[in-house]
């Protein structure tokens, strides 16, 4: 009875949902991605960003953003992407000359962000420090140029991060750190430059980070779900503050049935859920939550409502 309620409650519900993180050009999406976008709306998502994290991957997420007028989308090299150019056979020089041309030709209604870039220390056995390093900068001249925000990622990289992202803060305009899961004075110092924080299921996954969500701000506050991960674990502390429960079925087959989730696979529709744990964690009402968490992404990615 406790998910039948909830189910409809969110229906019912007026609040605005945008989850700014779903990786929806992902392979795993493809056989049921008609009903993944009718979840998501049932459970009051509104708006939906699909991020790029390479350029094949940037085109397939605009095409998908096509498909509604309340999608968008972002062009990037992922860090754990940074050695795409190298298996493409092509040089930085060249892929970004490429990525660009994408950029230039994209209508920027759809196209919102430059990214998703930035360091992922975590990750280098998909992606080597040096070939991140390489591939992080220009993503700031492509940003400056076209007059876009930054779409950002930070994995446990010390100062690299934020040293790159001061000194090129210049070339643009505002950003968000998205599905940050870092220490608070880590937070702090990205809000200091003027940027949102994106919290996601990962953000939540332990009692340190949910001690850093609970510290930022409301009006740098953006929430995700960066599906297909970073869905908020049984095992989690978070978990138990979880109050919408959505039937999970095994297997990666095509759902046979629409109201049922992949277990072990994140999608837009629980956005209700990392936002219930947010609005535990700070204490404040989860219609507050997602009205600033909306507001904020209006204003980040330059959307009218």
Not at 113 to 123: I, N, R
Not at 235 to 254: C, F, N
């Amino acid at each position: 009875m406790k998910g039948i309620a909830a189910l409809f409650r969110t229906m019912e519900a007026k609040t605005k949902l945008f989850d700014i993180a779903a990786n929806l050009a992902d392979e795993s999406f493809k056989p049921d991605i008609t009903n993944v976008f009718a979840r998501a709306k049932k459970y009051g998502v509104e708006k939906l960003l699909m991020a790029g994290t390479y350029i094949e991957d940037s085109k397939r997420s605009y095409e998908l953003s096509t498909l509604d007028p309340n999608y968008y989308c972002t062009a990037g090299i992922h860090p754990c992407r940074a050695t795409q150019p190298a298996v493409d056979k092509e040089t930085y020089e060249q892929y970004f000359a490429k990525l660009e041309e994408f950029i230039m030709s994209a209508d920027k209604g759809k196209l919102v962000a430059v990214g998703e870039c930035g360091l992922d220390y975590d990750k280098f056995s998909y992606a080597d420090k040096e070939s991140q390093l390489k591939a992080f900068p220009p993503h700031f001249d492509l940003a400056n140029k076209y007059k876009l925000p930054m779409y950002l990622h930070e994995r446990n990289t010390g100062s690299d991060f934020c040293n790159i992202v001061k000194a090129n803060r210049s070339k643009f305009t505002t950003g968000v750190v998205h599905s940050f899961t870092g220490p608070i004075d880590k937070m702090k110092e990205i809000i200091s430059m003027d940027l949102y924080v994106g919290v996601t299921g990962c953000s939540l996954r332990t009692q340190q980070t949910m001690d850093m969500v609970k510290e930022i701000p409301l009006d740098r506050l953006v929430l995700e779900t960066d599906s297909p991960y970073c869905r908020i674990r049984p095992s989690w502390p978070s978990s138990k503050l979880v109050k919408t429960e959505i039937r999970q079925v095994k297997g990666k087959k095509m759902v046979p049935e629409p109201e049922a989730i992949f277990r072990d696979r994140n999608e837009p529709c629980a956005i209700i859920q990392v936002l219930e744990v947010v609005s535990a964690i700070k204490g404040v009402s989860e219609e507050e939550i997602a009205k600033a968490a909306w507001e904020n992404s209006l204003k980040v990615f330059g959307i009218t409502a």
